[in-house]
């Protein structure tokens, strides 16, 4: 039996479970739904999915807190959820595994995941590393971060973070405090790096090789090293978009309407001020900017109007690969593999 467990403080978690949900009752598997709730937990109803809350519930101001202390926004010392979260959710997932059955608990970013799957025996699969995976470390691939989490590099020129940010994210211990205090109570394998924290058993990789610049062969064929958990494993499946059936606001809607080539900006784990600098720099382009934003204070940015062929070319290359492409499927597909 199969667990997808969505984190409801993201829309983009919540719809990528929805699809993946849909992508797996298609292949005629039997999905079970849970979550700690949250703002978004709305979408699993309205499409009317049968779901279970375990644990107290995530309220709207708990669910932003929670969104504001992730990685790259959050500070590194600390584990976005306290303690006794930790220990509350861990022990509620790994009896509602245990339950139901359970042999494959799939989530985005439900990281106390990681501890109840070693303390009920079942599989975790993850989607929520995105591409920051180790075959990009690997390759040196990463860029300099613009606000690193690891304080060593804070006042490093480019060249060396570059160079440290694609040789530390298995050795950095960031955001894993709390889930290694907890998992040493409970006798189970703990998270030795922030590079750990963010894979599963198995982890989905949602980019094609032709972005990613790695090739599927390779990412599929990457072994775990010192600092990640044995017996992680890599897989491409495709782009796995946030598709929820929501009504666009008018003012979107005429925004979109005007011609000319528009650029999406949805930089959502990133402080604010990182985002503005992005509208700076995309403002030399001769395209209008409509602006995503989750936990920030965004409401003084304004379109701009600016031209480059470039960018439009590069755009629609990059269009037509993901069209090719069902990125859910090819996920339920891996998942089914497990079983």
Same mark, same amino acid.
């Given at each position: 039996?199969?667990?997808?467990?969505?984190?409801?403080?993201?829309?983009?978690?919540?719809?990528?479970? %929805?699809?993946?949900?849909?992508?797996?009752?298609?292949?005629?598997?039997?999905?079970?739904?849970?979550?700690?709730?949250? &703002?978004?937990?709305?979408?699993?109803?309205?499409?009317?999915?049968?779901?279970?809350?375990?644990?107290?519930?995530?309220?709207?101001?708990?669910?932003?807190?929670?969104?504001?202390?992730?990685?790259?926004?959050?500070?590194?010392?600390?584990?976005?959820?306290?303690?006794?979260?930790?220990?509350?959710?861990?022990?509620?997932?790994?009896?509602?595994?245990?339950?139901?059955?359970?042999?494959?608990?799939?989530?985005?970013?439900?990281?106390?995941? %990681?501890?109840?799957?070693?303390?009920?025996?079942? =599989?975790?699969?993850?989607?929520?590393?995105?591409?920051?995976?180790? +075959?990009?470390?690997?390759?040196?691939?990463?860029?300099?971060?613009?606000?690193?989490?690891? &304080?060593?590099?804070?006042?490093?020129?480019?060249?060396?973070?570059?160079?440290?940010?694609?040789?530390?994210?298995?050795?950095? &211990?960031?955001?894993?405090?709390? @889930?290694?205090?907890?998992?040493?109570?409970?006798?189970?394998?703990?998270?030795?790096?922030?590079?750990?924290?963010?894979?599963?058993?198995?982890?989905?990789? +949602?980019?094609?090789?032709?972005?990613?610049?790695?090739?599927?062969?390779?990412? #599929?064929?990457?072994?775990?090293?010192?600092?990640?958990?044995?017996?992680? =494993?890599?897989?491409?499946?495709?782009?796995? @978009?946030? /598709?929820?059936? %929501?009504?666009?606001?008018?003012?979107?809607?005429?925004?979109?309407?005007?011609?000319?080539?528009?650029?999406?900006? #949805?930089?959502?784990?990133?402080?604010?001020? /990182?985002?503005?600098? #992005?509208?700076?720099?995309?403002?030399?382009?001769?395209?209008?900017?409509?602006?995503?934003?989750?936990?920030?204070?965004?409401?003084?940015?304004?379109? =701009?109007?600016?031209?480059? &062929?470039?960018?439009?070319?590069?755009?629609?290359?990059?269009?037509?690969?993901?069209?090719?492409?069902?990125?859910?499927?090819? #996920?339920?597909?891996?998942?089914? /593999? /497990?079983?």
């Amino acid at each position: 039996m199969i667990c997808l467990l969505p984190h409801c403080a993201y829309l983009s978690e919540t719809s990528r479970m %929805l699809d993946l949900h849909r992508a797996l009752t298609e292949l005629g598997l039997e999905v079970r739904v849970a979550t700690h709730g949250g &703002p978004h937990e709305r979408l699993l109803a309205e499409a009317g999915i049968a779901y279970d809350v375990l644990g107290p519930g995530l309220s709207p101001a708990r669910a932003a807190a929670f969104v504001g202390s992730a990685v790259g926004l959050g500070d590194p010392r600390q584990s976005m959820y306290d303690d006794d979260e930790i220990r509350t959710y861990v022990a509620a997932e790994a009896e509602y595994f245990r339950a139901h059955g359970i042999t494959i608990a799939v989530t985005g970013f439900t990281l106390t995941t %990681l501890l109840s799957s070693r303390l009920a025996g079942v =599989q975790v699969i993850t989607e929520h590393a995105g591409s920051f995976v180790p +075959p990009m470390f690997e390759h040196r691939l990463l860029p300099a971060p613009t606000h690193p989490v690891d &304080p060593r590099l804070k006042h490093a020129p480019d060249w060396l973070a570059r160079f440290l940010i694609n040789r530390t994210p298995n050795r950095f &211990p960031g955001y894993c405090s709390g @889930f290694d205090r907890v998992a040493e109570e409970l006798g189970v394998e703990g998270i030795p790096s922030l590079a750990a924290l963010l894979l599963g058993d198995l982890s989905l990789v +949602p980019e094609i090789p032709e972005v990613l610049g790695v090739s599927a062969a390779e990412v #599929a064929a990457w072994t775990p090293g010192k600092g990640y958990r044995p017996g992680s =494993q890599l897989r491409t499946v495709g782009p796995l @978009f946030a /598709q929820p059936n %929501l009504p666009i606001p008018p003012e979107v809607h005429t925004f979109l309407d005007r011609p000319g080539p528009t650029i999406y900006l #949805a930089m959502t784990s990133t402080p604010p001020d /990182q985002v503005r600098q #992005a509208v700076a720099d995309l403002s030399r382009l001769d395209a209008r900017i409509l602006v995503a934003g989750t936990i920030h204070s965004l409401a003084d940015l304004t379109t =701009q109007v600016l031209a480059n &062929p470039t960018h439009r070319e590069s755009a629609e290359r990059i269009q037509k690969l993901y069209a090719a492409i069902d990125g859910p499927t090819e #996920a339920a597909r891996a998942i089914a /593999q /497990q079983l």
